[in-house]
């Protein structure tokens, strides 16, 4: 006589419900929609950290791990920086431009920041500087504040965006890979996602 097999419920998938994928780049009107949300709010730190976010197009842990002196010399905030990455332990430079600059000065006086003092500090004993979930969970409030999905984007897509509008605009996947600090054009080929853009694109202006 056969034994019955015993069968146990499977556990449900960790990302059942959950959007996967690359996170969205934000379109330029979102990008100012953000900007001055967080102007009018008076919130001078998520405003500097929004611009130099958006400029810098860095990883959330290279971009929460900043000090004051990575981006001002004499006391003057720099219109270029040059950081090594964690990830890659490779330089990377960015542009800060004269809204960021102006945030970040701003930001500097009102927590009144010291040279070599994290340029984003914590407001919890158990670190220093803002956690990369902190910076995430800023970022889905800044995007819901604006009536997007926040399952749609994510710190990434502070990364993507200056980059992706910078392609969009030139072609230029060299001026990308250098900015992003890619060693490898396929990489920046893939974060992109521009082989699919550039697909759809053509589609759209074919009438068949």
């Known amino acids: 006589m056969l034994q019955a097999i015993q069968t146990h419920p499977r556990p449900a998938p960790w990302n059942k419900g959950k959007l996967l994928g690359q996170k969205s780049p934000l379109k330029l009107k979102e ?3 953000i ?6 709010a008076g919130r001078l730190r998520d405003l500097a950290l929004f611009n130099l976010a958006i400029d810098s197009k860095l990883r959330g842990c290279d971009l929460v791990s900043l000090r004051l002196n990575d981006v001002e010399q004499d006391g003057r905030v720099m219109s270029r920086a040059i950081i090594m990455q964690q990830k890659t332990q490779r330089p990377v ?9 102006e945030s970040i000065a701003a930001w500097r006086d009102a927590a009144h920041l010291q040279c070599g003092d994290y340029l984003f500090p914590s407001r919890m ?8 979930r902190q910076y995430a969970r800023l970022v889905a409030g800044w995007v819901s504040d604006i009536g997007l999905d926040p399952s749609i984007y994510g710190t990434h897509s502070m990364r993507r965006t200056k980059a992706t509008l910078i392609y969009r605009q030139t072609k230029n996947l060299r001026a990308v890979q250098l900015l ?3 060693t490898k054009l396929e990489s920046t080929v893939r974060y992109l996602g521009i082989e699919l853009e550039d697909a759809l694109d053509i589609a759209e202006k074919m009438e068949v």
Do not use: D, K, Y
């Not at 430079?93 to 600059?101: N, P």
């Not at 004993?125 to 990369?132: D, G």
């Open 180 to 182: 992003l600090g890619h």
């Open 31 to 33: 990008v100012w929609a």
């Open 125 to 132: 004993r158990c670190s220093p500087h803002l956690s990369t």
């Open 93 to 101: 430079q960015f542009e800060i431009t004269a809204q960021t600059r």
């Open 35 to 40: 900007r001055i949300r967080l102007q009018l």
